[in-house]
Each structure stands twice: as C-alpha cells, then as structure tokens.
C-alpha cells in the first residue's frame, strides 16, 4: 500500500522555507548579539553572582577581624614580607579569612580582603623617616 501523497500548494513552500530561515536567523543573532543564554548558563551565571556578592559581603568581616587582632602588626608584616603570588596564603594563615563559624579559610574571600587591606599603603608599614627635599 502507498501512503497517501499531500499535495500542499505552491505558495506554501516558499513561506515555510522563509519562516525556517527568519527562525535561524533570529536564533543565531539573539543567542549571539541579543543576550539570549541558555538556562545552564543563566545559572552558572547567577551563582557567580551571588558568590561575589556573599564574597563582597564578607570583606568587612575579615577587615574587622584584621583591624581588631592584638597581633596585627605582626601579621602585617609577616603578609608584607611573603611574595606577592603567595599573599594570599600569608593572610589565609592569620585566620582573617576565616569566617565565624567555618573551619577552614576562604581563599575568595582572602583575595578580596587582601586588595581591600592594600598592603603596601597601609600605615602600619615602616616607612622611611627621612624627609629628603
């Protein structure tokens, strides 16, 4: 038996290729010029977000944390002294990256804390005392 053959008329064809074509188009221009994203991505995107803001949140935390230790110039210092690559590991140490109620330091939260400190600005550090003119 043959299948029964549609006969579709001939203006049709050419709207259905113009209506597959115009849905190409607009689905390549909106995923790539328009701001479309998948809902994978819109989700990866949304937990970045929300862990920079947790992580903006937690910086004064760990600035307050720093500013009250009996034994911040110390640390300071001991910060000041390491390498510039491994900073971050020098502040993870003092515990300031620390959040209450967490057993382990943040290395995010370390990051931002350590730009926030700005080490080489602070007034703790020993600078020259000669006034030269």
């Known amino acids: 038996m043959n299948a029964p053959k549609w006969n579709a008329p001939e203006w049709l064809k050419p709207g259905l290729y113009g209506a597959l074509i115009g849905a190409v188009v607009v689905s390549i221009s909106g995923f790539t010029w328009g701001g479309w994203v998948t809902g994978k991505t819109s989700h990866g995107m949304a937990v970045a977000m929300s862990r920079s803001e947790v992580i903006s949140a937690l910086v004064p935390v760990c ?5 009250t230790d009996p ?6 210092a001991e910060i000041r002294t390491a390498s510039t690559f491994s900073r971050r590991d020098a502040l993870m140490e003092t ?8 057993k382990t330091p943040d290395r995010e939260i370390a990051q931002a ?6 080490i080489d600005n602070s007034p703790d550090r020993a600078e020259n005392s000669n006034n030269e003119g």
């Open 71 to 76: 034994e911040r110039a110390a640390k300071l």
């Open 113 to 118: 804390c350590l730009v926030a400190l700005d």
């Open 95 to 102: 515990g300031w990256a620390t959040v209450p109620g967490a």
């Open 63 to 67: 600035l307050d944390m720093a500013r």
